[in-house]
Structures are given as C-alpha cells and as structure tokens.
C-alpha cells in the first residue's frame, strides 16, 4: 500500500485533514514537522532561530529518506517546505492542498489559537513575505502533485472523502 503524502501552503489544513482522513479510514498518520521536533527535542520555531533554515531543511531531508526507505501504507502530513525534498514522489501519493492565499491567511487569523498558530511559524512573521513565498511556490507545487484538490471553502470532512475516493481511484 503507497503512502500519501500531504503537501500544500502554511496553515492550508494539512493537518487537520490528516487527523480527519484518519476518522474516516484505517490509515495512521504522521507529520514530517512532529518527526523533526521529536528528532531534535525543540520547536521548529526554536530550530529556525537557533540553527537557522538551512539546517532545519537538512532535516526535511533526512526525514525524506527514512520515509522512502522504510515507511509504507501511512498518511504523511508535511511542512510547507517539504516539497524540496529530492524525489519526493518516490515516498507515495502527492496529494496537494491548494488555496488562495487570502483564504489561507483568513483561515488562519480566523482560528481560536491565531496567534499561537502564527507564532510558531517562522516563514509567516511578515505578510507580505508570506505572500511572495506562497507565489513562489504555487507552480512547484502544482508540478509535484498527482492530485490536487481545492480546499477553499469545503469542511475538513467533505475534503478528506474527496482524498480517499481519489486515491482509492
Ligand atoms: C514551513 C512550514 C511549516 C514548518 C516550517 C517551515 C515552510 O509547516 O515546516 O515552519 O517552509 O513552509 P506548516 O506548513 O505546517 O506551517
């Protein structure tokens, strides 16, 4: 059984569709970004302010190939970045998330953790980085993904049916 691998924009609901998929199916789930604070016993805020991005994408990579080597039949949530792993596709099913980035930020400052949710994220600090970083991406993630699915507007559940019926397809 293939993994699927979620990938898609900050604060897009890749988790919260991962812990749905998990209701909804036998799948177990695991995110890249838990894997790296457990790895490293500190946030991934605490890892980008004390080592910096470089190192913290090394890790992404390191994850990257523990996963395709040994992880099969599980549904992986990612960091936004983690599409820049080499071969990301040899690890399963890419399954994006996609979003404008108005309804993305909306979701976010909408929720009752926003500002806990903004904190930790270090590439969210500044709007209009933000923003620039979510053009930048938009094609490269298009390109990586077997399937996509626009998330806008939709509940977490209707868009973790749409997800299992995709890949069981
Ligand atoms: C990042 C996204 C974050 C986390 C790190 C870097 C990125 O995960 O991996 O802060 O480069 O987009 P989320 O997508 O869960 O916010």
Excluded: C
């Excluded at 302010?49 to 913290?56: D, P």
């Excluded at 970045?81 to 080499?86: A, L, M, R």
């Excluded at 996509?148 to 507007?153: A, C, E, K, S």
């Amino acid at each position: 059984m293939k993994n699927i691998i979620l990938i898609g924009f900050m604060g897009v609901g890749k988790g919260s569709v991962a812990r749905e998929i998990v209701k909804h199916s036998d799948y177990v789930a695991i995110d890249t970004d838990d894997i790296i604070e457990s790895m490293e016993n500190r946030r991934i805020k605490k890892i980008f302010s004390q080592e910096g991005e470089a190192y913290f994408r090394d890790l992404e990579r390191k994850v990257a190939k523990w996963l395709t080597k040994g992880v099969r039949g599980t549904l992986i949530s990612t960091g936004g970045g983690f599409y820049k792993v080499p071969h990301l596709e040899k690890i399963g099913t890419v399954v994006l998330l996609h979003s404008d980035f108005d309804s993305i930020y909306e979701r976010i400052i909408t929720h009752p953790n926003a500002k806990q949710k903004l904190k930790k994220r270090p590439l969210f600090q500044d709007l209009e980085k933000a923003r620039a970083l979510y053009d930048e991406r938009e094609t490269a993630y298009q390109k990586l993904a077997g399937i996509v699915i626009d998330v806008t507007g939709k509940s977490v559940e209707t868009i973790a049916k749409e997800i299992l019926k995709k890949v069981k397809s």
